[in-house]
């Protein structure tokens, strides 16, 4: 090991500022590890609709039970707290992040709109501003675990749109929406290379103010020209979702506060929205397969000892107990047996049985870095305590089986340590 010390080295700046970006990275990346499905709702241009694309199928899939978030990253005119009737939402900041508003339980929701002073106030933005900005509602807000993250994008095919998609990677899909006039449709082309561009895949183009439905005799009129989504698509190659009529209805919700999908019976308009939700929801069943194919792999790389790096020669390992055994739920353990091994020629160096401070959110987590543990193996654990363990640098493995810590402690060291479920994923 060298002996200079990190400030009298000519470097120490760079290296200072390149392990904060890369704290940040690792801070991006977890937040996005917790979504299982991303998708960005575009739009080649300005008001055609996609941010009432975006909050309706995002009312929809929380409606049905997903734990949803929606951010609105529109910086020019961002319109979904209006739409949620969510206007005088403020957010507050728990734990050094933005807790986002909560609509009908199920539905998170953060907009630039909800750090404005008033509805008139305007922004102008520098670029690097706004980046910084799109970046921050991905990484300093407190999604949780979620099932889908829905993104309404600032229009076009510029900086901003590309920012998002880059930051959320190849795995989020995309939501086109356009509108039925040639200028527009347009717009869309450029949309979808642009997708092609980034890779990421285009779940479909939706035509939305696509004719208009008479509600007293039912009949349908083309007000633009239609039919330019669907010819787009085959041309793209890439799935048409369906036109969304224009319905007075949809403005009404709007006004109201109230996403349409949610408050509206039967009509055109919500037979198509719920058409656009299919791929949607089909994203659910495809990431399904593939976790019950990972959980079904017995044991995983990071319950090998490779996994973990040794602190002078040694791992310390944490495991909470209960009547001398595994105890199921990390936070109400009576103690913790800390071992100290060798991951090497896989030994217990030593081992001894500690009584943690009393239960309270956050002091487990301290109190374990304090001790210097490596690696806490348990049965079950909130994401909130492995978010704080992981925040200190401690690898974490859940659903450990049931047995004495020592017997867990050798099947790790031997590689053979089988996982299931975590019995307290909360
Ligand atoms: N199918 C529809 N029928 C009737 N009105 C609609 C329909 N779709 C959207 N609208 C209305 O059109 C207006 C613009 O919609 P929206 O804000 O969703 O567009 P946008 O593309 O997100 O715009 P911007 O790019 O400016 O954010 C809103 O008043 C909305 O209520």
């Known amino acids: 090991m060298s002996d200079k010390a990190c400030g009298s080295c000519s470097t120490a700046s760079d290296c200072q500022s390149r392990s904060k970006e890369q704290e940040k990275n690792r801070k991006l990346a977890h937040s996005l590890s917790r979504i299982k499905h991303k998708v960005?709702?575009?739009?080649?241009?300005?008001?055609?609709?996609?941010?009432?694309?975006?909050?309706?199928?995002?009312?929809?899939?929380?409606?049905?039970?997903?734990?949803?978030?929606?951010?609105?990253?529109?910086?020019?005119?961002?319109?979904?707290?209006?739409?949620?009737?969510?206007?005088?939402?403020?957010?507050?900041?728990?734990?050094?992040?933005?807790?986002?508003?909560m609509w009908n339980g199920q539905l998170l929701v953060m907009s630039l709109g909800f750090l404005l002073q008033s509805k008139e106030?305007?922004?102008?933005?520098?670029?690097?501003?706004?980046?910084?900005?799109?970046?921050?509602?991905?990484?300093?807000?407190?999604?949780?675990?979620?099932?889908y993250l829905i993104v309404d994008c600032p229009p076009g095919t510029g900086d901003e749109p590309l920012s998002v998609v880059q930051l959320l990677g190849h795995e989020a899909h995309a939501l086109i929406v356009t509108s039925p006039q040639d200028v527009a449709v347009d717009d869309v082309r450029r949309s979808?290379?642009?997708?092609?561009?980034?890779?990421?895949?285009?779940?479909?183009?939706?035509?939305?103010?696509?004719?208009?439905?008479?509600?007293?005799?039912?009949?349908?009129?083309h007000i633009f020209s239609s039919g330019g989504g669907q010819k787009l698509a085959q041309e793209m190659q890439v799935p048409f979702l369906g036109g969304i009529p224009l319905d007075p209805d949809m403005v009404k919700a709007a006004d109201e506060g109230m996403p349409f999908i949610a408050r509206q019976a039967e009509s055109p308009a919500l037979s198509a929205l719920q058409k656009i939700l299919e791929p949607i929801k089909?994203?659910?069943?495809?990431?399904?397969?593939?976790?019950?194919?990972?959980?079904?792999?017995?044991?995983?790389p990071s319950n090998t000892p490779d996994s973990v790096r040794p602190q002078n020669g040694a791992v310390k390992i944490a495991i909470p107990l209960a009547q001398g055994r595994l105890c199921q739920h990390f936070g109400h353990c009576e103690l913790f047996a800390l071992f100290s091994v060798n991951t090497e020629d896989k030994t217990i160096l030593h081992q001894e049985q500690l009584t943690p401070p009393p239960h309270e959110p956050g002091v487990l987590p301290n109190w374990l870095a304090e001790k210097e543990a490596g690696l806490v193996i348990a049965g079950g654990m909130g994401s909130r305590a492995q978010d704080l363990l992981r925040e200190k640098g401690i690898r974490i493995i859940t659903g450990a089986p049931e047995g004495t810590a020592e017997e867990i402690v050798k099947s790790w060291l031997d590689g053979n340590l089988v996982t299931g479920q975590n019995a307290c994923d909360h």
């Open 40 to 101: 960005v709702v575009l739009s080649g241009k300005g008001g055609v609709g996609k941010s009432s694309v975006a909050a309706n199928v995002a009312a929809e899939l929380s409606l049905s039970g997903c734990r949803v978030g929606l951010v609105d990253v529109d910086v020019h005119g961002p319109s979904i707290p209006r739409l949620f009737g969510l206007e005088d939402s403020r957010p507050v900041t728990r734990d050094q992040k933005l807790v986002p508003a």
């Open 121 to 147: 106030d305007s922004v102008i933005w520098r670029g690097p501003v706004k980046m910084g900005l799109i970046r921050q509602f991905l990484e300093d807000v407190d999604w949780g675990d979620l099932d």
């Open 192 to 221: 979808v290379n642009f997708c092609r561009h980034t890779g990421n895949q285009v779940l479909g183009i939706v035509e939305n103010m696509s004719g208009f439905v008479c509600p007293r005799c039912g009949e349908e009129a």
């Open 282 to 300: 089909q994203l659910q069943g495809q990431k399904d397969f593939f976790q019950d194919q990972l959980s079904n792999l017995q044991a995983s």
